[in-house]
């Protein structure tokens, strides 16, 4: 299993790189597998993480094993998945029109049905704060407890999932969201799925299926 966890972690490495949601060594990501996590290496370019490479810390102590170091937002990963038992996967990016937008004020509102269906009805936005410690950490703790994706002024984004695949969905959604946004705004009153709309969506049993699917890994994955 932990060979798994390592393969898809370097593939996942590679989409978030391919979308554009991070630049240079910026972000990182972890899996959870039992008491131990997988993490991102401090220093090293998503896309270019081998798989033996994604660094194994034990969840409860910390505990690092092997001579590389993990990222330096090790403590919010952590957190994360002590908070959420649940919460299998943890992707925290870097994408530039979601950073800019939140950066300026602009507040995030539903705007199509994946938003509904994968973000929610909310995603909470958190102020700056200095990243890679204690004060990350708990502000965005503070936050997962109820939601799944969180934004961060001049800063990021970090979402969570039951798998890779969930947590990926979420952050490729986010900088989808950020766009159309930018663009309505552009082009002109900007309209936003009112709550008749959005609870239509939220009871689509499609959603519900698709949903579903993103829990579960896919047969490449297994």
Not at 3 to 19: A, D, P, W
Not at 60 to 69: A, S, Y
Not at 147 to 155: E, G, M, Q, R, S
Request: glycine share 8%; with cysteine; hydrophobic share 40%.
């Amino acid at each position: 299993m932990e060979r798994k966890i390592r393969e898809q972690l370097s593939e996942y490495g590679k989409k978030l790189v391919e979308k554009g949601l991070v630049a240079g060594p910026g972000g990182n990501i972890s899996a959870r597998e039992g008491e131990h996590v997988f993490l991102s290496p401090s220093g090293f370019f998503l896309d270019e993480i081998e798989e033996k490479d994604w660094v194994k810390v034990d969840i409860n102590t910390g505990k690092v094993f092997g001579d590389l170091r993990p990222t330096c937002e090790t403590s919010m990963h952590l957190g994360i998945y002590l908070e959420r038992e649940e919460i299998k996967a943890v992707i925290h990016t870097h994408p530039p029109i979601t950073v800019g937008l939140i950066s300026a004020g602009v507040k995030f509102k539903p705007v199509f049905p994946d938003y509904v269906a994968l973000l929610g009805r909310e995603v909470p936005v958190i102020e700056y704060v200095v990243p890679a410690g204690e004060a990350i950490r708990k502000a965005v703790v503070g936050k997962i407890k109820k939601y799944d994706t969180v934004l961060l002024k001049n800063h990021g984004v970090v979402c969570a999932g039951e798998t890779l695949r969930e947590a990926f969905v979420r952050s490729w959604l986010v900088e989808e969201t950020a766009k159309t946004i930018f663009v309505g705004k552009v082009a002109g009153n900007l309209k936003c799925l009112n709550l008749r709309e959005i609870e239509d969506v939220e009871n689509l049993e499609a959603e519900d299926y698709r949903k579903t699917l993103l829990k579960q890994n896919s047969d490449k994955d297994k």
